[in-house]
């Protein structure tokens, strides 16, 4: 079938990979605008825009897929499908009628759970311990159409959103393959989502990932793991942000008793105080340095006795 592969993070890049492997022909990538970003500020592209482009496939990447002119050129491309993962832009009904097969979404995932932006980050932060991938076919609604197929995926006790969202990608890939070729033998059908098990997944801004201490150890541990990579978890100690690494929880502290956000250094080891029990430091990156353990940044700021992390 003739595609027109819609997608920008690097997520979406080993989808376009396995349906230029298919027997599909992807004859064009709908991706969103080149984006500013790092300290210059310079104009970057999309992972999905560059990947199209080292294939020689043309890249339509309109302000908002509501455009004429780009409604007009999908017209002209007659895609019979159109498969979607994490555009990020809502796609209008006019674009969505085009396709005679209609936009296939990969959703990161079990539908209907986990409904919007950041699914993954979602599912880590909840303590889920089983996740996955859905395909469906797009509509008006927020992420409500009906079910082509799913995969699961384990949730690990160490993964972060990152690591979570890298596998699923991976495996997210063959089942929207496996979706295109059965919508083109008519093996799948879609099935109406579920009216019960709905649950939101907003997309996560910085304010979200500063970390809660006065929280249980556990939930501390999730939050930080969720906001891993993206938006990154951070704290104010002494009134600088300083990001937070994945922190480990269990069992291993001896010291005095912790307030939520005290510290505790020694010389191998950063622990602190939750609304439970302590949680050691991993890694740290204080504002406007590179990561470093954070045994070596609590040496280099001289971290006493009675100091702690705060939100403000």
Same mark, same amino acid.
């Given at each position: ?19 230029? &492997? ?74 969505? &009628? ?120 556990? &939930? ?74 954070? &045994? ?17």
């Amino acid at each position: 079938m003739r595609l027109v592969f819609a997608g920008t993070p690097q997520a979406a890049v080993p989808s376009l990979d396995a349906l230029l &492997a298919s027997s599909h022909e992807v004859v064009a990538v709908l991706t969103r605008p080149d984006a500013r970003a790092g300290r210059g500020r310079s104009l970057v592209q999309s992972p999905v825009r560059r990947r199209a482009q080292e294939e020689g496939i043309e890249v339509l990447a309109p302000e908002h897929p509501r455009d004429p002119d780009f409604l007009e050129r999908l017209r002209q491309l007659r895609p019979e499908v159109c498969p979607v993962v994490a555009y990020g832009a809502l796609v209008p009904p006019a674009a969505l &009628a085009i396709p005679a097969h209609g936009w296939v979404n990969l959703h990161f995932s079990l539908l209907p759970a986990w409904r919007g932006a950041a699914p993954v980050q979602h599912a880590v932060m909840a303590g889920d311990e089983v996740t996955g991938a859905t395909t469906f076919r797009l509509e008006a609604g927020l992420d409500t159409g009906p079910v082509y197929g799913m995969m699961t995926e384990q949730v690990r006790p160490m993964d972060t959103a990152g690591d979570l969202l890298e596998r699923l990608a991976v495996g997210g890939a063959g089942l929207l393959a496996a979706t295109i070729d059965g919508i083109e033998d008519g093996s799948v059908q879609p099935v109406p989502q579920p009216v019960e098990g709905v649950s939101f997944a907003p997309k996560l801004g910085v304010a979200d990932a500063a970390v809660r201490w006065d929280r249980p150890a556990t &939930a501390v541990d999730r939050q930080v793991r969720g906001c891993t990579p993206s938006p990154g978890a951070w704290s104010v100690f002494r009134g600088e942000r300083v990001k937070i690494g994945p922190v480990r929880t269990g069992e291993g502290y001896a010291g005095p008793r912790l307030a939520p956000g005290e510290l505790a250094a020694g010389k191998r080891e950063v622990w602190v105080g939750t609304g439970s029990v302590p949680v050691l430091l991993t890694d740290v990156r204080p504002h406007g340095k590179k990561e470093m353990p954070a &045994a070596a940044w609590a040496r280099g700021v001289r971290v006493e006795a009675g100091d702690r992390f705060s939100d403000e």
